[in-house]
C-alpha cells in the first residue's frame, strides 16, 4: 500500500483526498558491524510467506511500517556477516539471525542488529601490570599479573591459562604459597579446639584484593557474571578459612558478595568456569567494579599454590518473549458465594510482571493482584465476564489474553457441620490428661463456661507427672456435604504454660484428619507464645482435598520433656466447624500444614541453672528435649585452656564450680560446650558462656 502521493496544485482549484488510517504499529531499528559502523546492505524482514523486505539506509536503519498489531518474528539477511546480537527496546534479547517481538497499536518496537558482542570481558592480556594498572585495575595484597612461563613449574600446573598467556593470581610472586611469614603449623588437635571454640590466629593473615575497572551499566537491569579461576587452598571441613569471593559496588556504593568459596569446599586444582552468576543492577545505576578478594582468615597451613582469575565477562542476560502461559481453559467457573483463585503464570520478558486487565464489567467480587498475578475473591453475582488480561514486564513488553470467567449460582449448602459446648465428652475420644471438668479457680477465663475439656490435673491444677506428657482429644467423623468446598473451625480456650524462648515446649495445637488420612496441623502454640491467654481461635479456610468425605479434628498436648510443668495447661469448650463460606472474613483458602508434633529424639537445648552463679558453689547442666543416655561438658577460660570437664548418666550433670584440681574458680565469664548422647550418638552444641559471680 503505497504511503505517499504526489499531486499537482493549482491556483485557486480546490482538491479533495480520502485518507484511511489503519490500525497499526511498526518496527524499527539500526543494522551495526563490530566496530559499531552502519551496515547497508542489510535486508529485514518478517517471517511469513511471500514477506516484505525492507533495506537499511545510509545510515544502518530500517523501519518497517503499518504493522497489525500481534506477534511477528522478524529475520535479517546480510552476506558476510556471523550471527547477529539482538537487541529489543535497547535490551539484549539473543543471538542469531531471528528474534520474535510484539507489535502493538500505535507504537514503533525496536530491533537492533549489532555484531557488537554486548558485553565486557577481560582477558588480562596486558604487556604488564603497570599497563593493567593505567586502564583502571587495582591490585592490593599478594594479587599481581603472571605470566603462564612463569608458572609452568608450579605444582599442581595451572597452564595452560584459558587466554593466551597473562592471568591474575594472588600468591607469593614466584613461590608456589600465599604465605608471608607464617607462624609454626599447629597440630589437628589444635586446630580443632580452636576452630571448636571460635579462636583463630590473628597474626600473618594473607588478605588481597583485585579491583577491575569501571564497567558502564547504565539502562540495564539484570547482568551476568562469568570467569574463570584455578583455585589450590586448605582443605578444612571443620570453618570457614582461605575464603575466595566476589563483590560487586554499584557507582561506588557498598560491596556485596556474589560468589564465595572456602576452605570447606574441596580445592579443584584445575581451570573451572563460575557462573553465570546473576547481578541484578538498582535502579538508576550508571556503573559498577567488580572485586576478587582472597583471606586466610590466619596464618596457618598457607602453604598452597593460591587463587588465578582470568578471562572475566560481564554480560546481560538473554531474554526470552514475554508469553502468557495461563490458557482460557485454565480459569475454571466460580460460585456465587464460594472462594475463586487462580494463579496466572506467564514466562519470558524482564522481571518483575506487571498484570492488569481491561473488565468494563469485572466480576464483582473478584480482583486481580497487579503484582502477583492472582485473581481472588467470592463472587457475588452470576454472570459470564469477559476481560481481557494483559501482562507487562520491566521494560514495556506486553502480552494479552481474552477469556470470559463463568460465574455460577451456587446451590444452597450447610453451614454447621459440627456444635458442641462440652456438656459432656460424648463422642469425643480423650487419651493422656485430657478430661472433662468443671474447672477450678487456676482456668481463669470468662470464655470458659460451666463444663469444658481440660488438660491437666484438677488437684494440682498442673500437668507434672515427672516425666513427659502427650495426650489428644478427638472428634468423632463429621460427614463433609459434596457442596462445601473448604471449612472452618473455631474454639474458646484457656492456656497457661511454660515461657521459653529458645525451644519450642508445652505444644498446645489442633489437627485435621481428612477421610481418615494423616493428621495435619491448622493451629500451634507453644513456649515461646506468651501465656496465660484467655482467647477464641477461629482458624480457616481449609480447603478439603477432593474426593474427602469426613473430617475429624483433634486438640493436642505435648510437653515435650519433663521439666517445668508446674502450669495450669489447656482449656478447650464451645467447637465449632462449620463450611467456610459462611464464615466472613477468613481471607484465601489453604491447605493444611503437614505438621506433625514430633516424637522420639529431638532438637536438643541446654540450660545452666544458676547462671550466673551467685552465693553458691554448685550449678547445674541440663538437658532439654531429649532422653539423654549421657551428657559430657567441658569448661575453659576465655584463652581456650580447659578448666574442667565432667560426665554423667542421664540429662543432668552438676558442677561445684571447680576446676580440674578440685580449686574453685575465680570469679568471670567462662564458655562451655556440652556433647549430649542420643541413641548411641553423641550432639554437640554450640560454644556458651557461663558466669561465676560470687
Not at 603472571?146 to 597473562?166: G, L, V, W
Not at 562469568?226 to 583455585?231: D, E, K, M, V
Amino acid at each position: 500500500m503505497p504511503t505517499s502521493q504526489t499531486i499537482q496544485v493549482e491556483l485557486e482549484q480546490v482538491y479533495t483526498l480520502d485518507f484511511t488510517l489503519e490500525r497499526s504499529g511498526s518496527i524499527a531499528g539500526r543494522v551495526t558491524d563490530a566496530a559499531g559502523n552502519p551496515v547497508t546492505e542489510a535486508w529485514i524482514h518478517p517471517q511469513v510467506f511471500e514477506p516484505p523486505y525492507y533495506k537499511t539506509s545510509e545510515a544502518g536503519e530500517y523501519l518497517m511500517p503499518g504493522l497489525p498489531p500481534g506477534t511477528y518474528t522478524i529475520a535479517i539477511e546480510a552476506p558476510g556477516y556471523g550471527p547477529w546480537h539482538i537487541f529489543v527496546d535497547g535490551m539484549y534479547r539473543t543471538t542469531g539471525n531471528s528474534v520474535t517481538v510484539t507489535v502493538e497499536l500505535g507504537r514503533t518496537t525496536r530491533v537492533d542488529f549489532s555484531q557488537q558482542p554486548p558485553s565486557v570481558f577481560y582477558d588480562l592480556e596486558y604487556p604488564s601490570q603497570e599497563e593493567a594498572e593505567e586502564d583502571g585495575w587495582e591490585f592490593a595484597g599478594l594479587w599481581h599479573l603472571t605470566e603462564e612461563r612463569q608458572c609452568a613449574e608450579f605444582i599442581p600446573d595451572p597452564t595452560p591459562f584459558p587466554s593466551p598467556s597473562h592471568a591474575a593470581r594472588f600468591g607469593v610472586p614466584g613461590d608456589p604459597t600465599y604465605a608471608a611469614g607464617a607462624p609454626p603449623p599447629l597440630s589437628a588437635t589444635e586446630r580443632a579446639q580452636r576452630a571448636r571454640l571460635g579462636l583463630q590466629a590473628a597474626q600473618e593473615r594473607s588478605y588481597g584484593e583485585l579491583i577491575t575497572p569501571v564497567i558502564e551499566v547504565a539502562g540495564q537491569r539484570e547482568l551476568q557474571l562469568t570467569f574463570h579461576y584455578f583455585r589450590d587452598v586448605e582443605h578444612y571441613q571443620l570453618d570457614s578459612f582461605d575464603r575466595t569471593y566476589v563483590q560487586v559496588s554499584f557507582d561506588g556504593g557498598p560491596w556485596e558478595t556474589v560468589w564465595l568459596l572456602d576452605s570447606m569446599t574441596p580445592a579443584e586444582r584445575t581451570w573451572m568456569q563460575a557462573g553465570p552468576v546473576p547481578i541484578r543492577v538498582p535502579e538508576g545505576a550508571t556503573s559498577l567494579r567488580l572485586k576478587f578478594v582472597f583471606d586466610s582468615v590466619d596464618g596457618y597451613y598457607n602453604e598452597f599454590l593460591g587463587w588465578f582469575i582470568d578471562d572475566i565477562e560481564i554480560r546481560p542476560p538473554e531474554v526470552s518473549p514475554l508469553t502468557i502461559l495461563t490458557t482460557c481453559e485454565d480459569l475454571p467457573p466460580g460460585q456465587v458465594g464460594h472462594w475463586y483463585e487462580v494463579q496466572l503464570q506467564a514466562s519470558g520478558g524482564v522481571s518483575p510482571y506487571s498484570w492488569s486487565w481491561d473488565c468494563p464489567d469485572s466480576p464483582p467480587g473478584l480482583s486481580l493482584d497487579p503484582q502477583r498475578g492472582r485473581i481472588t475473591g467470592t463472587p457475588t453475582q452470576p454472570g459470564a465476564f469477559c476481560c481481557p488480561i494483559t501482562v507487562a514486564d520491566s521494560i514495556g513488553n506486553m502480552a494479552r489474553l481474552d477469556c470470559c470467567i463463568l460465574v455460577e449460582e451456587a446451590p444452597d449448602c450447610a453451614c454447621m457441620l459440627l456444635l458442641h459446648d462440652f456438656a459432656t465428652l460424648e463422642d469425643w475420644e480423650a487419651t493422656g490428661l485430657w478430661h472433662w471438668t468443671l474447672g477450678s479457680e487456676c482456668q481463669d477465663c470468662h470464655l470458659l463456661e460451666e463444663g469444658f475439656a481440660y488438660f491437666g490435673r484438677d488437684d494440682a491444677c498442673n500437668y507434672d507427672l515427672g516425666t513427659g506428657v502427650q495426650g489428644y482429644l478427638t472428634s468423632c467423623e463429621i460427614v463433609i456435604p459434596d457442596c462445601v468446598e473448604a471449612v472452618a473451625l473455631g474454639f474458646k480456650y484457656f492456656r497457661q504454660v511454660e515461657s521459653y524462648l529458645q525451644g519450642s515446649y508445652d505444644r498446645t495445637f489442633v489437627q485435621v484428619s481428612f477421610s481418615g488420612g494423616p493428621w495435619q496441623t491448622v493451629w500451634q502454640r507453644d513456649s515461646r507464645d506468651p501465656s496465660p491467654e484467655c482467647g477464641e481461635a477461629i482458624v480457616g479456610p481449609i480447603l478439603v482435598p477432593e474426593g474427602a468425605e469426613t473430617l475429624q479434628i483433634r486438640f493436642g498436648f505435648d510437653s515435650v520433656d519433663m521439666y517445668f510443668n508446674a502450669f495450669p495447661g489447656w482449656a478447650i469448650d464451645d467447637v465449632w466447624v462449620g463450611n467456610a463460606a459462611c464464615v466472613d472474613g477468613l481471607g484465601q483458602a489453604t491447605w493444611p500444614m503437614l505438621i506433625e508434633p514430633e516424637v522420639g529424639p529431638r532438637e536438643p537445648s541446654f540450660l545452666v541453672v544458676p547462671n550466673p552463679v551467685r552465693d553458691v558453689y554448685t550449678t547445674t547442666f541440663v538437658a532439654r528435649g531429649v532422653e539423654a543416655e549421657a551428657i559430657r561438658v567441658e569448661i575453659y577460660d576465655l584463652a581456650g585452656r580447659l578448666v574442667w570437664e565432667g560426665e554423667a548418666a542421664g540429662n543432668e550433670l552438676v558442677w561445684h564450680t571447680d576446676d580440674l584440681l578440685g580449686r574453685y574458680l575465680a570469679n568471670g565469664v567462662y564458655l562451655y560446650r556440652a556433647y549430649i548422647k542420643v541413641a548411641g550418638e553423641w550432639i554437640v552444641t554450640q560454644v556458651q558462656k557461663v558466669v561465676i559471680l560470687r
